[in-house]
């Protein structure tokens, strides 16, 4: 009987499959690829300006679809007229929005910083929370950012940041088949080191806008390339 070509592909291509994601998955490697990107970017850190948990938190709301550059340039002047939570909490919706205009979608981000600080005010004494179930609490925290707020200001890692450069560069190390952040970062978890959550997310973040391009990906200068097996590699050394 002949094989239709289909079920053929299938029946050859299914075991190898599966041993490429147990090898990618294997801890050795992993272990690897943590050591290169350590070396890497041995003083790797957040981008965002911030000198307090709360400046990190609206610094952080406030880089949703726009660059870290442009937030930084934003909130010297923000939170200089609006030091504290109570300051923010206090203030007009419109005065904050043509503060942050230039970060776009305005409108809705001064309600979760006008929100966020209301919040804070009232339920935790002015004090960003340190819980990842009290940060969801306050407007505009969602898991990514309460992350940010968690893992950079406090240095407690409860989960990893997933944000696009973690998302793609995940993806391309085969760490994960996920496209959901979430998914991505419950995979993250069983695999990265707890102790290396925090780092691992700033690394990452680094060699995504330095070196692994959305578009273009710059594989002969990347650290990892030996290790990296993504289809959409502009250079490949295997």
């Known amino acids: 009987m002949v094989v ?7 029946t050859e291509t299914a075991p190898g499959r599966k041993k490429r994601i147990a090898n990618e998955l294997a801890p050795e490697r992993i272990a690897e690829i943590l050591r290169r990107l350590a070396a890497a970017y041995p003083n790797a850190e957040c981008a965002l300006h911030h ?20 937030v930084n ?15 923010m909490a206090d203030a007009s919706l419109p005065a904050i929005e043509e503060e942050i205009r230039s970060t776009g979608f305005y409108r809705n981000k001064a309600k979760s910083i006008v929100g966020a600080a209301k919040k804070i ?24 950012t309460s992350n940010v707020v968690l893992g950079v200001a406090y240095g407690i890692a409860e989960g990893i940041v997933v944000d696009t450069h973690v998302l793609r560069l995940s993806r391309r190390l085969g760490l994960t088949r996920q496209t959901d952040p979430k998914k991505v970062e419950q995979d993250l978890m069983k695999i990265i080191p707890k102790d290396h959550w925090i780092q691992f997310s700033h690394e990452l973040i680094h060699h995504g806008r330095q070196i692994c391009l959305a ?24």
């Not at 239709?4 to 299938?10: C, G, L, V």
């Open 215 to 238: 578009r273009k990906p710059r594989c002969a200068d990347c650290t990892l390339e030996t290790l990296c097996n993504s289809k959409d590699k502009t250079w490949s050394s295997h």
């Open 121 to 144: 005010v009232s339920d935790f004494g002015g004090k960003v929370p340190r819980t990842m179930a009290e940060l969801q609490t306050v407007p505009g925290a969602a898991r990514k």
């Open 51 to 70: 000198r307090s948990a709360w400046e990190l938190l609206v610094a952080t709301i406030l880089s949703a679809q726009c660059t870290d550059a442009r």
């Open 73 to 87: 340039m934003v909130t010297p002047e923000l939170f200089r007229k609006y030091p504290t939570p109570q300051a």
């Open 4 to 10: 239709p070509k289909a079920a053929e592909r299938q």
